[in-house]
């Protein structure tokens, strides 16, 4: 059981804005940034979104986040067949005084 | 490039030790946190620690603490997971990845190791 909360799947078809949820509580998200990971089928994660809706460089402007109070989403729009993979919320929590994983949302493009 | 770069996949039988490795390059090793997480087969990620590589300061999840050892040879720039006794339920991919300066977050990931415990 992961201490953040996502929905096991989502899904769209190519062109459409989908978004995926993260829920957790007062001592991660609550009180802490959310960052967003890709995992392409067979490989290591990507940090897709940090600070809750920052984007590293070459990450595109299709990928979009937002945090309010102890939930975070993840937004992603002109869908591409190439996004399909596992997206991962992370958060600091301070009771555990270490980073929390959502259990992971795996995005099918139909 | 910045990279962390991981060793080969290992298959062991229960009961034997292990020592896997995180090599990192174009960075100064020894100045961010390098984590360890597990993924399970079909599963999500987990935590599993934190060293700092500058002074080997050490931190593990209450769910792994007592089961690995996390250390760093910072001479090398490699951080490494150790096992003393393996049970086939440690089967799983292992990733190192940096904290790193954008909030926080792991920013740069290691391919990961595969590793198989199986009699």
């Known amino acids: 059981q992961s201490v953040l909360t996502q929905p096991p799947s989502a899904s769209g078809t190519p062109g459409q804005r989908v978004t995926i949820s993260c829920s957790g509580s007062s001592s991660n998200i609550g009180r802490n940034t959310v960052n967003w990971h890709q995992q392409l089928p067979g490989t290591a994660p990507k940090l897709l979104i940090y600070?809750?809706?920052q984007r590293p460089s070459g990450v595109p402007d299709r990928f979009s986040g937002s945090k309010s109070g102890t939930s975070a989403s993840l937004a992603i729009s002109g869908l591409q067949s190439e996004d399909e993979a596992d997206y991962y919320c992370a958060a600091w929590d301070d009771f555990l005084n270490g980073p929390v994983f959502g259990g992971g949302t795996k995005l099918t493009v139909l | 490039e910045v990279r962390l770069v991981q060793s080969g996949a290992e298959v062991k039988k229960p009961g034997e030790s292990l020592k896997i490795s995180c090599r990192g390059s174009g960075y100064s090793f020894t100045s961010y946190w390098i984590a360890w997480v597990r993924q399970m087969p079909g599963k999500g990620l987990e935590w599993m620690g934190i060293?700092?590589?500058?002074?080997?300061?050490?931190r593990h999840s209450p769910s792994f603490q007592g089961q690995v050892t996390i250390s760093a040879d910072k001479s090398i720039s490699t951080a490494y997971l150790q096992w003393s006794s393996l049970k086939a339920s440690d089967t799983a991919m292992y990733f190192c990845?940096?904290?790193?300066?954008?909030?926080?977050?792991?920013?740069?990931w290691g391919q990961g190791t595969v590793v198989t415990v199986s009699s």
């Open positions: 600070s809750n809706n």
């Open positions: 990845a940096r904290h790193g300066l954008l909030g926080g977050a792991f920013d740069i």
């Open positions: 060293i700092y590589p500058g002074d080997s300061n050490t």
